[in-house]
């Protein structure tokens, strides 16, 4: 007999969004570097303690210069937490790690001369407030509308494919064969049948959903709690059906 | 230009060889110079199928190594003057195959035939994807039960995925045949139903063929289906001859109307 209290709890691994701060470089780095230190000159602290990514999409550096730049930076108190861009050749071990899928969020502008408080005037379009700290100003931000990327594929997902679509929703229009899995940070719509797993939410979203037009799956999961089909009422089977996430529960109910 | 089709499975055992002869065959029946091959290696059959398994001098494995020409390595059918076969080395094992190497091939067989039909190996290895890399058209061989289905599905994804065309971001024509289709046990239901099949694999139907004992009489003979007049070649004969574009309509073993005739049968019911 096992114990169920010793058995090994599952590990959720979750997805999380930050602001951070991105610092495109631009070259000659001497030059670019003065630039910022004059900035820094102006507003003292105005990097400290925030998480800054380095862009550098659109400049060609070398792996030691990239070092370089970077060790730069650390001796100016900005601490890099990761870099947008750059070639797997051009990080060395040590360096920060690789970023991707990043998405645009408003323009943050470095503060003007003269002013006393590290402060950031908010984006175009927000109330000017430049007695207000920078931190204030990041949620204005935030608040813009931001456009949920959706993913639609017009073919069918056959075995041993795998969708990965952390970003949002995942459309398919087809089926999703079985041996077939959909990984979405959304919901995901299969307007055939899903013999496959479909893993919904998979980034930390309990509000995501999966729909599907003939259950036949093998397993779906909504922000990592799964359910296998077997477990479900036996009448959904081969039915229209969403699933979604009660507390802790999956729930599913045929579509009317 | 030359067609170039892969006769594929993933699942082993379900017909990829009978087919490739039966359609390689059919086709050269029409007047049209067929070359099939044999990508199998390590586990050459179609030279035994196709009955030239005593005539092998030079193989695929030499003309990809260059240590022979073309020319040396075809062999062809005593049968049927445009028909030729390339086969496969049974000494060597795959990894003797080269991306190169086969590309090479490929494009000298191309030049001199009209139909090149090359006969995958079963599973999802290098041999497989190295047959099917420079195919304009697959046929992807089905028994009508679950695991041949599923490990079809999962070769038609390949197809989308590793092939030169998908890579170019063109199309790859795929077609299904379905082997070894018994109307009595399907009335039964032992057997998934055609209908089942497709809606799985949701690609077009190019035949179907019914289980015969002719089919194993005729590989044992070392003669191609489609050379002896049964049931099974005149399916396959029908099939080479969608293959080549033409227009006949389908008919599933044991049921007297087609089955768009039944499909329609039903809607007036």
């Known amino acids: 007999m096992t114990d169920p209290t010793l058995a090994p709890k599952p590990i959720r691994l979750k997805g999380r969004s930050f602001l951070a701060l991105v610092l495109s470089p631009e070259q000659p780095f001497d030059r670019w570097l003065d630039g910022l230190d004059d900035l820094a000159r102006r507003s003292t602290g105005f990097f400290l303690g925030r998480p800054i990514v380095l862009d550098v999409e659109n400049i060609e550096v070398g792996k030691a210069e990239l070092k370089t730049l970077v060790d730069e930076l650390s001796s100016r108190g900005v601490r890099i937490?990761?870099?947008?861009?750059?070639?797997?050749?051009?990080?060395?071990?040590?360096?920060?790690?690789?970023?991707?899928?990043?998405?645009?969020?408003?323009?943050?502008?470095?503060?003007?001369?003269?002013?006393?408080?590290?402060?950031?005037?908010?984006?175009?379009?927000?109330?000017?407030?430049?007695?207000?700290?920078?931190?204030?100003?990041?949620?204005?931000?935030?608040?813009?509308?931001?456009?949920?990327?959706?993913?639609?594929?017009?073919?069918?997902?056959?075995?041993?494919q795998t969708i990965i679509f952390p970003e949002g929703d995942v459309t398919v229009l087809g089926s999703v064969s079985s041996g077939a899995e959909i990984v979405a940070g959304g919901s995901i719509h299969v307007y055939g049948a899903l013999r496959g797993r479909a893993l919904a939410g998979s980034v930390g979203n309990a509000d995501a959903r999966i729909f599907c037009r003939k259950l036949e799956a093998e397993l779906v999961a909504i922000d990592g709690l799964y359910k296998m089909v077997d477990d479900m009422d036996a009448r959904l089977r081969g039915q229209a059906v969403q699933v979604w996430l009660e507390g802790d529960a999956i729930k599913a109910q045929a579509l009317g | 230009?030359?067609?170039?089709?892969?006769?594929?499975?993933?699942?082993?055992?379900?017909?990829?060889?009978?087919?490739?002869?039966?359609?390689?065959?059919?086709?050269?029946?029409?007047?049209?110079?067929?070359?099939?091959?044999?990508?199998?290696?390590?586990?050459?059959?179609?030279?035994?199928?196709?009955?030239?398994?005593r005539r092998v001098v030079y193989d695929l494995i030499n003309v990809v190594q260059g240590d022979a020409k073309l020319a040396q390595a075809l062999i062809r059918d005593k049968r049927l003057d445009t028909l030729f076969l390339l086969p496969a080395s049974q000494t060597r094992?795959?990894?003797?195959?080269?991306?190169?190497?086969?590309?090479?091939?490929?494009?000298?067989?191309?030049?001199?035939?009209?139909?090149?039909?090359?006969?995958?190996?079963?599973?999802?290895?290098?041999?497989?994807?190295?047959?099917?890399?420079?195919?304009?058209?697959?046929?992807?061989?089905?028994?009508?039960?679950?695991?041949?289905?599923?490990?079809?599905?999962?070769?038609?994804?390949?197809l989308d995925a590793?092939?030169?065309?998908?890579?170019?971001?063109?199309?790859?024509?795929?077609?299904?045949?379905?082997?070894?289709?018994?109307?009595?046990?399907?009335?039964?239901?032992?057997?998934?139903?055609?209908?089942?099949?497709?809606?799985?694999?949701?690609?077009?139907?190019?035949?179907?063929?019914?289980?015969?004992?002719?089919?194993?009489?005729?590989?044992?003979?070392?003669?191609?289906?489609?050379?002896?007049?049964?049931?099974?070649?005149?399916?396959?004969?029908?099939?080479?001859?969608?293959?080549?574009?033409?227009?006949?309509?389908?008919?599933?073993?044991?049921?007297?109307?087609?089955?768009?005739?039944?499909?329609?049968?039903?809607?007036?019911?």
């Not at chain 1, 071990?93 to 001369?113: C, F, H, N, S, V």
């Open chain 2, 93 to 158: 094992d795959k990894d003797n195959l080269t991306a190169e190497g086969v590309a090479t091939v490929m494009d000298e067989l191309r030049q001199h035939f009209d139909w090149v039909v090359c006969d995958s190996p079963a599973g999802i290895e290098r041999g497989a994807t190295l047959a099917m890399r420079h195919a304009d058209i697959a046929v992807v061989v089905t028994n009508p039960e679950v695991s041949s289905v599923r490990d079809s599905d999962r070769i038609i994804g390949l």
């Open chain 1, 81 to 160: 937490m990761g870099i947008e861009g750059a070639l797997p050749s051009q990080l060395a071990p040590g360096m920060p790690p690789a970023m991707r899928g990043g998405r645009p969020a408003g323009d943050i502008a470095a503060p003007e001369a003269g002013e006393a408080t590290p402060a950031a005037a908010p984006a175009a379009g927000a109330t000017p407030a430049s007695d207000e700290p920078a931190v204030a100003a990041l949620p204005a931000v935030l608040a813009q509308p931001r456009t949920v990327p959706s993913l639609i594929l017009e073919e069918p997902v056959r075995s041993g």
């Open chain 2, 1 to 53: 230009m030359a067609k170039v089709i892969v006769v594929t499975s993933g699942k082993g055992g379900v017909g990829k060889t009978t087919s490739t002869a039966a359609l390689g065959a059919a086709l050269a029946q029409r007047g049209e110079k067929v070359a099939v091959v044999d990508f199998d290696v390590g586990l050459r059959n179609l030279d035994l199928v196709m009955g030239a398994e």
């Open chain 2, 162 to 269: 590793k092939t030169e065309r998908a890579e170019k971001g063109q199309r790859i024509d795929k077609h299904l045949l379905l082997t070894r289709y018994d109307p009595i046990r399907a009335e039964r239901g032992d057997m998934l139903k055609v209908e089942d099949v497709l809606e799985i694999l949701s690609i077009p139907l190019l035949g179907i063929i019914p289980e015969s004992s002719d089919v194993l009489r005729a590989s044992n003979l070392g003669t191609p289906v489609t050379l002896v007049e049964s049931a099974p070649s005149s399916a396959y004969r029908d099939a080479a001859r969608r293959l080549a574009g033409e227009a006949i309509p389908i008919t599933v073993p044991g049921e007297k109307r087609g089955i768009f005739g039944k499909l329609f049968g039903r809607r007036a019911a």
